[in-house]
């Protein structure tokens, strides 16, 4: 039962992927045919964003009450009517509404799957697991592109996922037995009530480890979002071969993660956190070196296979570090900073690139690196590890 409840969770995260580049696979059509400018993508964003924080950030109480299992079971079913809304949806305002509750689901099955896979496997099914959302978010656009290449229009591709989604939250409900294995289908897990903000934000090393995880997710969503305007802006490359390069970051995150899932079984959360950021740190310094445009792709790649370990080890080593009574709110609250750094960091360095100099890239990947490699020092000495 416990191997069959695994494979339910690497679904689970295969689908958790699916959903999360959709939306930029398909806008160049969708706002063609919505009338509204390319840019209007951003508040579509922001709106899903500004959801998954709110329920991560009642993640704890959600799952103290219902259960990993059902609050997983329910934020699919969620997320599952909110794509069939898109792929009903004829107008851009609508797409708003139906962002709401997209949002919604996708923080609590992440925070809630999260802290259960960290509570209950070892760290290697932790950054395997993370694989598969790797592969769950390239599979999502080559629905959305058979879709579209077929005339049957982004509406579709919207459809094709909802329905996956619906066959994985069936998939839940009927495994619910399966979690009770770890006592995660029913509500009560854990005896202390839910903690407050407040309580959270006093719990020694929580917000350093908030600093760290802000840090890498808005490190790891402004090189996915510039990576391949730096190539072409600053290094020359033509726009067409600079997007397709810019899917190596991809391939090494994904490559990464698979074989992050080995080395954790020689090396702690920690010294597998300080090997990503090391990695990163020798993607960035390619990356500002005068050489050749390989050099380039290869510090695209090393900033990639850096990034792989540094997200499922931080959410791994929590239970360790705040205990399990505390890991889903300490979870939740990360989660929640996580998608501020992916709202405020890339933008900001949109900003930094056209007033300044998309140049830059690599130095604001090297300042971000920075505060997060003496944020997650100090969450070590502050909470062990």
Known sequence: MVHLLLAVIYLSFIS??????????????????LGVPTSWAGIISVIISMGTVVSSLQS??????????RVTAASVGLTAAALFGFSASGSFWGLCLWAIPYGLGAGSVDAALNNYVALHYAS?????????????????????????????????????????QVALTAVLVVSLPLWRVHGGAGGGEGSAAPLTLPQIFRIPGAREVMVTFFCYCALEQTAILWGSSYLHLHRGVPAEAAAGYAGLFFLGIT???????????????PQMIRLGQGLIALGALTLLLPLHESAALAGLVLVGLGCAPIYPCIIHSTPGHFGADKSQAVIGVQMASAYVGTCL????????????SPAL???????????MAAAHEALLRRAGG
């Open 16 to 33: 958790l992927g699916l959903p999360d580049s959709l939306l930029g696979s398909a806008w160049p059509v969708m706002h063609a045919e």
């Open 60 to 69: 704890d109480r959600l799952t103290k009450k219902l259960g990993a299992g």
């Open 124 to 164: 290697r099914h932790m950054s395997w697991l993370h694989c598969m959302w790797g592969l769950g978010a390239a599979v999502g656009p080559y629905v959305m592109g058979l879709a579209l290449s077929s005339g049957a229009g982004w509406h579709m591709g919207y459809r094709c996922i909802s329905l996956l």
């Open 255 to 269: 490559a990464g993660r698979a074989l992050s899932g080995f080395l954790t079984m020689k090396l702690s959360d």
């Open 345 to 356: 960091m890339p933008p900001l360095f949109g900003l930094v690139s056209e007033h300044l």
């Open 361 to 371: 890239f690599p130095l604001y990947l090297l300042a971000i690196l920075a505060v």
